[in-house]
């Protein structure tokens, strides 16, 4: 088998609080008539946005006869994207392989420790106090389709967070559970042990991104007694996370380092003593499937996980959406990621991405510095 083609689309997807997101969508069809698809997920936080054409006509070149199935030829070509355009293709090669084979995604890895896992349902982060009722109405929704952990943003108002909480609980006792309090390194390490002060009576099971550096993660954890959780984008990271003592949970997102390079960091996760989740990076049914057969691959799965893109988003562009079974994410079945492409959305959310996308450099991130 040998790549013959690669497509890429642009897309703009509806998420359910009325924002817009852009998306690319991979496609690549080898010479046997197989097609692998995968997703450069939730691109609107991205530092460049791409030259949708440019990238399809270079990666066109560097895949066309390379076989799908010889990692020293494919992962180089995959590698000189940063972390969330590299992850699409990286998505896509999984899912050709797995569908030439006929079997799932984690069969490639010896077949599925576990066919669902809890996911949590994300409550943006709020900064004045109109947000907290729209916010309720969305616990409310979310609690009747299943969802009962919630993963709250907080440090936008802490004022806010506090009044908000307060009323989930009054609303829904305990119903609701909150899976953790995500800081985004949005605050100092003493003003995260503030917040957490004063929110701890929520319980929650872990604090998310706390402080900007290392030295200040420690510094909360220290001193809160609930466990740390941190984006892990690479080996170096995880490493340096685990020698300054300064998380619990590596939090591993397959639409960021892709899946061969998220299974390598549960391996340094489990080698540093340290758990793990799946975060999100916010996907659509594709990348959240390759969340799932992720999930599925790994033993040291310890946390609930964050994909919820799939419930998140008004729009998809699969036949098919993946499924949430009482809050939790079932993995598909059938062959490569389970999904199947539904052509005449890709067309229609196309005229949701004008506007995103504009002709800037490709390569590394650090190569743009």
Known sequence: ?????????????????????????????????????????????????PDVALMEDRLRTALKGVDPFDPPAVDPIVDQYQAPLGAGIDIAIHDLRAKSLGVPIHDLYGG????????????????????????????????ALGFDLFRVYVGGNVDVDERFLHKLRDEFGDKVRIKSLDFSRRLDWKSCVAAIERLEWIDPILVESPAPDIAGKRKVRERVRFPISEHCGNDQQAIAFAEGEAVDILNITTCHQGIRRSRHLFTIAEACGLSTLIGTTQELSIGTSAQAHLGASVPNLEFPGDAAGAQLYLDDVVEDRVQYENGYLVVPTGPGLGMALNDSQLEALGDNSWGFFKSEPLGRQEDRK
């Open 112 to 143: 599925a420790y576990r066919d669902r896992y809890k996911i949590c349902y994300p409550i943006f982060r709020q900064f004045d106090e109109s947000e907290i009722d729209p916010n309720i109405d969305r616990v409310r929704r979310m609690l």
């Open 1 to 49: 088998m040998r790549i013959q083609d690669v497509t890429l689309y642009a897309v703009g997807t509806r998420r359910e609080n009325g924002t817009l997101t852009p998306h690319i969508i991979a496609k690549l069809t080898a010479d046997d008539g197989t097609v692998g698809i995968g997703e450069m997920s939730d691109l609107g936080h991205n530092p460049v946005k």
